[in-house]
C-alpha cells in the first residue's frame, strides 16, 4: 500500500490530485461530485472583482431603466428578495461548500482594485475557505509598465492579502517573468503559502469574417505540461512555499511526472471537463499503480525525486536541454 | 453647479443622479449641519441599498464623495453676456397648427387654448413628432461613405427613422452645402448616380443599433465601421445644413426602388418618425417598414400599449405623411375591442368601396366608361398597378369636380377608397394574447382582409413589464416574480388552426429579409394575415444596442423559429408551412442568460430556476420537432 499523502500549504491532503478553478465548482452539485469522484482538495471557480462590479452595475442599471420616467408605470421588474449582484452567492457557495464536503475548499479570487483584493479575501476567509488561491491575471498592455512595475504588483497584491487573513494563500502565476525564479523567490520571501504553476492566459483569437476579436478558450493538453514540468524542477527545495502543478493533465504519466519534478499537488480540470469527475479516481490508481510497480512507497519518496538539484545532468533543465533539443530535432530532419 | 450626469458615470451610477443631487442639496441648502447630513445621506443609503448589495452600496457612497469634490461655485454676473440662446421649439418653417397649436402644447401652455383651435371633426394632422427635434443624446451616428456598403441595415434597424438613404443624379451635387457627403451608387451601370446617407441628429436617441448592425470595415482599421457614434456637438451644425438639402432632394420614385430587398426597401420614406419610444426599440422598426411599403394607403386599428403611446403621443404623432399629403391614418380605441375595431375599418372601407364601385358604373357615362372599366377592373398588387390606379382616381376625381349634383359629390367623397386600403391591426402581446385574445380570434376567423401585426414584447410593457400569456417558461416578470411556470402560448399555431390565415413569425435583428418578405406576404394575402415580432425590450433587462445579436440568439436557440404559414401556396400544390430558421445550434440558456429577467431568478434562487431552464429547454425542442414536421409534409 503506498502512502499518497501530501501537504499543500500545511493543509495535510490524502493524495495530491486537486480539482482546480473551473466550471465544475460554479454549483454545489458539482462540488460534491468532485468530492465524491475523489478530489483531495477543491479550488473553487475565480470570484473576479472587476466582473462582480460589472454585473452589479449593469444588473442595477437594467434594472432602473426607464424607471419613474413613465406615465403609466414606475418600473420594470419585480422586485425579488435575495436577488443581489455581488460576491453574495459565491460566499454562500463557499460556506454551503464547507457544510457539504469534507475535503479543504480553496477560495480563488481574482481581483482588480487594492481595496477588492483585500476585502474579499477577507470576505472569503469569513466564509469558511480553508485557503485563498490569488488569481492574478494581468496582461500588462501598457508599454510604459516596466517588468519591474510588474512583478511589484504581484507582490503588492500577495502582500497586502497576507497581512490581512489568518489563512493560507497561494499565488497563482503566468511564467512571463525574466527571471522566473527570482520572481518564485521573491514571492516566497513575501509570504506565499504556494504557488500555483502555471495559470494559462487565454489568448484571444480573430474572428476574419466579421474582423472582430473573439474569446477562444481551449482545454489545456498534455504538451502544455513541459513549462510548469521545468519549472517545478527548478523550484523543487529552492522554496518555503509548497508547489502546485496546474496544466496539462490527462493521464497519470503528468501526474507521475509532476510529482517527479516537485510539486506537492497536482491540480486539474481540463481533464475533468473531458472525462468528468470520475477521472480523479482514475488518476488516482493510476498514479499508486505506477508508484507501486516502481517501488515508491510514498508520494514523499518520490516527490522532486528529479528536480534540478536531483537529476544526474542538472543541465537537462537549464540550456543543455535546448541545445539537446534541438540536436534532436536536427537529426530527425531528412537529409538532402 | 454640478455635473450630474458626469458624476452619475464615473461613480457607475448610470443615468441616475438621485443620491447625487440629494447629496448637493444637503451640502449646500444648510438645512442641517453638513457633517450630519452626510452622515444621514450614507445612512439613507446603506439602508435602501443594502438589499441590492454591497456594490450598489459602495457606488453610492462613492457618488457621495464625488459630488462634493465637483460641486462648483458659480458667481451669478451682474447682466447676461452669453450669445448662446434657446432654439424655438419649433422652426418658423412648420405649418401653422403646429405653430399654433401643437407648439404651445409642447411648451406646456395647452390650456391656454380655446376648444376651436382644435379640428371639429375629431380627426388629428399627422406628421407633427418631426418638429420636436428632442436632442436626447449626446452621441450620434457619424456615416463613413468610404467604407459604407449601401445595405440599408442600418437605416432598417433605426427605431426612430433617423437614418435615411435616397440616391441622385450627380448634377444634384451642384447645390450641395460643404459638409455634404455623398458616394457612387452600388449598382452597375449608373455611374452619374450618388448615393447618400442622412442622420436627423437632433431626432437620434443614441441607441447604437446602427453600428451594431453595420457589417462593412474599414480595410485599415477594424474598429472602425461605415457607420460610428461620435460626439454630437463637434457635427451638429453640418449636419442640420446637410438635413436640408437632404429634404431637397426629393424621394426616390416608388417605381425604381426594389421593394423584395432591404437595401431597396430602404429607399422608401417611412412614414413612421421620430417617435417617443425607448432608445433601441424593438417594437418600431416593423411599424416603420410597413410604413415604407404601404404607408401611403395604410389604415390602423392600434391597441392599447406602448405602440399607442408612442403612436399617438399628444401633442404630437410620428405617424407621418409624404409630400403628397397621403400617410397612414392611425386611431387607437381600447385594449380589449382593437381587433374588432380593426375589422370594422375593413368593413367601413369595403362598404365605401362597394359604394364607389356602384357610383361609378351609375356615372360612367358622365365619366367616360373607359376610365371606368379601367378603374374597376385593376389589379392592384404590384406597387406599379397601384400607381397606376392612384392616377386612373386622380383623373376620375377631376372629371368629377367639373360635374354639379349629389350623385358626383357622392362619388367624390368615397372615390379614394378605390385604391385599394391596406387595413393594420396593430398591437402588443398585452393585447393579442391576452386582453384582445377573443376579439383576434374572431377577426381571423372572419376571412377577411386585414393584416395583424402583434409586436411581442413578451410583456405588458407599457404598464411595466407585467406577465403575459406570451411571457415563457422561465423568465421573471411581474406578477410572476417567480419565474414563469408555464409556457408561452403558440398563437403561431392557434391561427395556423384555421387554414385560411396568413402567419409568419419574424425577427428583423435575426433576419432581416424574411421580416422583410412576411410583411409584403401578409398584406398581399387576400384575408387575415397575422405577423407575430419578436420585439426586444427595456423589460429583458438588456443593454438594448444588443437587442438584435439577442434576438439572432432567440432564433439560433430554436427560441423563436421564424416561420411563414401562406395558404396561398396550397394552389401551386406546395407545403404552405415553411420554417425559415435552422435547426437550432445554440441553447435555449446562451440567449436567455443574457437577460435580467431570466438571470434575476438564477441569482435569487438558483435551484428553482434551474428546473424552470430544463423546462424551457425541453419545450423548445418538443416545438422544434411539430416545426420540423410541419414543414416537411407535402403540399
Redesign the interface.
Known amino acids: 500500500m503506498v502512502d499518497l499523502s501530501t501537504r499543500y500549504m500545511g493543509l495535510p491532503l490524502e493524495h495530491p490530485l486537486v480539482a482546480s478553478a473551473g466550471p465544475l465548482t460554479k454549483e454545489l452539485d458539482g462540488i460534491k461530485r468532485l468530492e465524491d469522484g475523489g478530489a483531495a482538495a477543491i479550488v473553487m471557480f475565480s470570484l473576479f472583482e472587476e466582473q462582480i462590479r460589472h454585473e452589479a452595475a449593469a444588473a442595477e442599471h437594467l434594472s432602473e431603466v426607464g424607471s419613474e420616467s413613465f406615465a403609466e408605470s414606475l418600473s420594470y421588474f419585480p422586485s425579488i428578495g435575495g436577488f443581489q449582484v455581488g460576491p453574495e452567492r459565491y460566499l454562500e457557495l463557499v460556506r454551503r461548500a464547507r457544510e457539504s464536503v469534507g475535503v479543504p475548499i480553496i477560495a480563488s479570487l481574482n481581483g482588480s482594485s487594492d481595496d477588492g483584493w483585500v476585502e474579499y479575501a477577507r470576505l472569503l476567509c469569513q466564509a469558511g475557505a480553508a485557503a485563498i488561491e490569488l488569481n492574478v491575471y494581468f496582461v500588462p498592455a501598457d508599454p510604459s509598465l516596466t517588468g519591474a512595475n510588474v512583478e511589484q504588483r504581484y507582490l503588492d497584491i500577495l502582500g497586502a492579502v497576507r497581512s490581512e487573513v489568518p489563512v493560507p494563500v497561494a499565488i497563482k502565476l503566468g511564467p512571463f517573468f525574466s527571471s522566473f525564479a527570482n520572481m518564485a523567490k521573491r514571492l516566497d520571501d513575501a509570504g506565499a503559502d504556494g504557488l500555483v504553476l502555471f495559470n494559462r492566459f487565454y489568448q484571444p483569437d480573430f474572428d476574419l469574417e466579421r474582423r472582430e476579436v473573439v474569446p477562444a478558450l481551449e482545454l489545456s493538453t498534455p504538451r502544455e505540461a513541459r513549462l510548469p514540468l521545468l519549472w517545478l524542477g527548478v523550484l523543487h527545495g529552492q522554496l518555503r512555499a509548497s508547489l502546485a502543478a496546474s496544466t496539462g493533465v490527462e493521464s497519470p504519466v503528468e501526474v507521475v511526472k509532476y510529482l517527479l519534478a516537485g510539486a506537492d499537488v497536482v491540480m486539474t480540470t481540463s481533464s475533468l471537463l473531458r472525462h468528468g469527475a470520475g477521472h480523479l479516481a482514475e488518476l488516482r490508481a493510476g498514479l499508486e499503480t505506477w508508484l507501486s510497480a516502481h517501488d515508491y512507497a510514498s508520494v514523499a519518496q518520490a516527490r522532486g525525486s528529479m528536480s534540478h538539484r536531483k537529476v544526474s545532468d542538472p543541465t537537462a533543465f537549464e540550456r543543455g536541454n535546448y541545445v539537446r533539443a534541438l540536436e534532436s530535432y536536427d537529426s530527425r530532419r531528412p537529409s538532402r | 453647479m454640478i455635473d450630474a450626469g458626469e458624476v452619475a458615470r464615473r461613480a457607475?451610477?448610470?443615468?441616475?443622479t438621485n443620491t447625487i443631487m440629494q447629496t448637493c442639496f444637503f451640502a449646500i441648502s444648510g438645512v442641517l449641519p453638513r457633517e450630519a447630513a452626510l452622515a444621514k445621506i450614507r445612512g439613507a443609503i446603506e439602508k435602501s441599498y443594502a438589499?441590492?448589495?454591497?456594490?450598489?452600496v459602495r457606488?453610492n457612497f462613492e457618488a457621495v464623495d464625488l459630488t462634493l469634490s465637483s460641486l462648483a461655485r458659480v458667481p451669478v454676473p451682474e447682466a447676461v453676456t452669453s450669445r448662446r440662446y434657446r432654439l424655438p421649439l419649433v422652426g418658423d418653417h412648420a405649418p401653422p397648427f403646429v405653430r399654433e397649436v401643437t407648439a404651445r402644447m409642447m411648451a406646456g401652455r395647452g390650456d391656454e387654448l380655446p376648444v376651436s383651435a382644435f379640428p371639429v371633426d375629431g380627426t388629428y394632422p399627422s406628421g407633427t413628432a418631426r418638429w420636436e427635434k428632442r436632442g436626447i443624446s449626446r452621441v450620434v451616428p457619424v456615416w463613413e461613405p468610404d467604407v459604407c456598403i449601401q445595405c440599408g441595415n442600418c437605416s432598417l434597424v433605426c427605431p426612430h427613422a433617423v437614418i435615411r438613404a435616397k440616391f441622385y443624379p450627380d448634377k444634384r451635387l451642384e447645390g450641395a452645402p460643404a459638409p455634404w457627403k455623398s458616394a457612387p451608387i452600388d449598382a452597375r451601370g449608373f455611374p452619374e448616380i450618388r448615393y447618400s446617407l442622412q442622420v436627423y441628429v437632433d431626432d437620434c436617441t443614441g441607441c447604437a443599433l446602427c453600428v451594431e448592425v453595420c457589417p462593412a470595415?474599414d480595410k485599415q482599421d477594424?474598429s472602425r465601421r461605415a457607420i460610428n457614434m461620435a460626439a454630437k456637438d463637434p457635427v451638429v451644425a453640418a449636419e442640420r445644413e446637410n438635413i436640408q438639402f437632404f429634404e431637397s432632394l426629393p424621394w426616390n420614385d416608388r417605381s425604381r426602388v426594389d421593394f423584395s430587398t432591404v437595401r431597396g426597401a430602404q429607399f422608401l420614406e417611412p412614414l413612421f418618425e421620430f417617435s417617443g419610444a425607448?432608445a433601441g426599440c424593438g417594437e418600431t422598426p416593423y411599424l416603420k417598414l410597413a410604413s415604407q411599403l404601404f404607408g401611403d394607403r395604410m389604415v390602423t386599428a392600434n391597441a392599447t400599449g406602448c405602440s399607442s403611446?408612442y403612436g399617438g403621443n399628444l401633442p404630437t404623432t410620428p405617424w407621418a405623411k409624404n409630400a403628397a399629403g397621403r400617410g397612414p391614418a392611425w386611431s387607437n380605441s381600447l385594449f380589449e375591442d382593437n381587433a374588432e375595431f380593426g375589422l370594422g375599418l375593413r368593413l367601413a372601407a369595403d362598404a365605401h368601396l362597394e359604394q364607389a364601385r356602384g357610383l361609378a358604373l351609375e356615372l360612367q357615362d358622365l365619366i367616360g366608361r373607359e376610365l371606368v372599366a379601367e378603374i374597376l377592373g385593376a389589379k392592384q398588387r404590384l406597387e406599379s398597378e397601384l400607381r397606376a390606379q392612384r392616377a386612373r382616381v386622380d383623373e376620375l376625381k377631376k372629371r368629377l369636380t367639373a360635374r354639379a349634383g349629389p350623385r358626383p359629390l357622392a362619388l367624390l367623397s368615397v372615390a379614394d377608397h378605390l385604391v385599394r386600403r391596406s387595413v393594420w391591426i396593430v398591437g402588443g402581446d398585452g393585447w393579442a394574447y391576452d386582453i384582445g385574445a377573443g376579439g383576434l380570434d374572431h377577426v381571423l376567423a372572419s376571412g377577411r382582409d386585414v393584416n395583424v401585426l402583434v409586436l411581442d414584447t413578451e410583456v405588458y410593457?407599457?404598464?411595466?413589464?407585467q406577465a403575459s400569456k406570451a411571457t415563457p417558461l422561465a423568465a421573471?416578470?411581474?406578477?410572476?416574480?417567480g419565474g414563469k411556470s408555464t409556457g408561452k402560448k403558440d398563437l403561431a399555431l392557434q391561427a395556423i388552426s384555421y387554414g385560411d390565415v396568413y402567419v409568419a413569425r419574424v425577427a428583423f435583428g435575426a433576419n432581416p429579409q424574411q421580416t422583410l418578405l412576411a410583411l409584403r406576404e401578409a398584406e398581399a394575402y387576400p384575408g387575415p394575415s397575422l405577423v407575430i415580432a419578436y420585439s426586444h425590450c427595456?423589460?429583458h433587462?438588456?443593454?438594448m444596442q444588443h437587442g438584435l445579436s439577442q434576438q439572432s440568439l432567440a432564433v439560433s436557440s430554436g427560441y423563436w423559429p421564424l416561420l411563414r404559414y401562406n395558404p396561398a401556396a396550397r394552389a401551386s400544390g406546395e407545403n404552405p408551412f415553411s420554417l425559415d430558421s435552422g435547426a437550432p445550434r445554440t441553447r435555449f440558456r446562451e440567449y436567455a442568460y443574457n437577460e435580467?429577467?431570466y438571470?434575476?431568478?438564477q441569482?435569487?434562487?438558483?435551484t428553482h430556476a434551474e428546473e424552470l431552464m430544463k423546462r424551457a429547454e425541453e419545450a423548445v425542442t418538443r416545438r422544434w420537432a411539430t416545426y420540423a414536421e410541419m414543414a416537411g409534409r407535402g403540399g
Open positions: 457607475g451610477l448610470g443615468g441616475r438589499v441590492k448589495g454591497r456594490e450598489v457606488k470595415r477594424s425607448c403611446i410593457s407599457n404598464t411595466g413589464g421573471v416578470a411581474k406578477f410572476s416574480a427595456i423589460a433587462g438588456i443593454n435580467l429577467r438571470r434575476m431568478l441569482q435569487a434562487s438558483p
